[in-house]
């Protein structure tokens, strides 16, 4: 089973970055699958989910109307579009594969929001 996570970077404040998280070894179509990120000193904290058909949408009450979450099950990918990002989205961003009891985490990647 592996979750890869691509995309984050250094971006200035007020701008953009798309997240991709590419899954394999596991049916990724049965799986909700989420965006989690953690900041240094905070805890981990829910930013984005979506149900395994897309159907269901959560997102944190920090990125509602900014961020938004997708999937493609045919290409076992979720992104995370991130608009108007600000200082505080700064965090190492992870994605998270779940069902029922099952739960798979990938490594991460860096966000930096900074001018």
């Known amino acids: 089973v592996q979750l890869v996570e691509s995309g984050g970077g250094l971006v200035q404040p007020g701008g953009s970055l798309r997240l991709s998280c590419v899954a394999s070894g596991f049916t990724f179509s049965r799986y909700a699958m989420s965006w989690y990120r953690q900041a240094p000193g905070k805890e981990r904290e829910l930013v984005a989910r979506?149900?395994?058909?897309?159907?269901?949408?959560d997102y944190g009450d920090s990125v509602k109307g900014r961020f938004t979450i997708s999937r493609d099950n045919a290409k076992n990918t979720v992104y995370l579009q991130m608009n108007s990002l600000k200082s505080e989205d700064t965090a190492v961003y992870s994605c998270?594969?779940?069902?029922?009891?099952?739960?798979?985490w990938g490594q991460g990647t860096q966000v930096t929001v900074s001018s």
């Open positions: 998270n594969a779940q069902r029922a009891f099952q739960a798979y």
């Open positions: 979506i149900s395994n058909g897309g159907g269901s949408i």
